[in-house]
């Protein structure tokens, strides 16, 4: 008992000290880079064929400083007429606070909204003398896709939230009342990505499935479904293996994460670890590395398994 109080104690303490560097990061972080860097990523979730496909679909509204800004986004969102909720944080006299996702209905209700916990909009109750749409309150309300902020993130698609848990208790109930989970989506800054095993989490921490920056889109094979043409996609989720011989045809297709042959099926002799494909997908020449080759020849747009 004294060693997993230990072990909790060592956890929130690196996680205040994380939460503490990436703030004196930020803060030096000018309002142009910031608004360069959330055009960046709106792009990239606009481009996201999982975004494209869903019908419903959850956007934080930003704080005023130390994350993506997302206002445009809401916007195109609801442009594309797509169903968008955004988080409001209820409280009562007799409960914990909790997060639940509220409905907005129009460009002009998102521009309307008041700023509320932490200068964040967010909705009131009601909408033109209605009660909104609620996810928590309406078992048949579903979401698809829920893009969610973080203090940092890592490339095992770990999260380090603000310490106070809304969103990995939101996700944990909305699954346990039986609706699907949702493709959660990490927006984070380019200094807030940092390298694999530096966000310290524990079993009750929500990993992304989708981690999008201003410069990258990192996600599993299976999560990211490859749709025709689409640009510098990192699949960090599963390895992946060229089977074939490298070419000056085909090598500027992807970059080598290591240039020496892994396995020899077959009769193959060129079987090479890939972490990346740029510019265009080329679906012939990928196989997922877990189990054996899936298909000679997946088309393009078609799902790698895991």
């Known amino acids: 008992m004294a060693s997993a109080t230990t072990a909790a104690q060592i956890l929130k303490t690196q996680k205040r000290n994380l939460r503490k560097t990436i703030a004196a990061t930020l803060s030096q972080l000018s309002p142009s880079a910031l608004e360069d860097q959330s055009r960046a990523i709106a792009t990239r979730v606009l481009a996201l064929p999982p975004f494209k496909r869903c019908s419903s679909i959850s956007c934080y509204l930003s704080m005023p400083s130390g994350e993506a800004r997302t206002a445009a986004l809401a916007e195109s969102i609801l442009q594309l007429d797509k169903t968008l909720f955004v988080p409001k944080i209820q409280t009562t006299s007799d409960t914990a606070p909790a997060m639940d996702f509220l409905r907005v209905y129009s460009s002009e209700d998102l521009r309307s909204l008041p700023s509320g916990t932490w200068g964040i909009r967010e909705p009131d109750d009601l909408w033109e003398g209605r009660k909104r749409s609620s996810v928590r309150e309406s078992p048949e309300a579903q979401v698809d896709v829920i893009l969610v902020p973080g203090v940092a993130f890592d490339r095992t698609f770990s999260r380090l939230g603000h310490g106070m848990g809304y969103y990995d208790r939101f996700i944990s109930s909305y699954v346990a009342s039986g609706r699907p989970k949702p493709l959660l989506v990490g927006l984070g800054l380019r200094e807030q990505l940092l390298n694999a095993g530096e966000v310290p989490i524990d079993d009750r921490d929500w990993k992304m499935d989708v981690l999008i920056t201003p410069d990258e889109t990192l996600g599993s094979v299976s999560v990211l479904l490859l749709d025709g043409c689409i640009s510098t996609y990192s699949l960090t ?26 396995v020899a099926r077959g009769s193959s002799p060129h079987i090479y670890k890939v972490d990346r494909f740029c510019d265009h997908w080329r679906g012939e020449i990928f196989y997922a590395a877990a189990g054996p080759v899936l298909s000679q020849n997946p088309a393009p747009g078609s799902q790698l398994a895991r």
């Open 237 to 262: 989720c599963l390895p992946l293996i060229y089977a074939g011989t490298l070419s000056s045809a085909n090598l500027g297709y992807f970059k080598l994460k290591q240039s020496e042959p892994l």
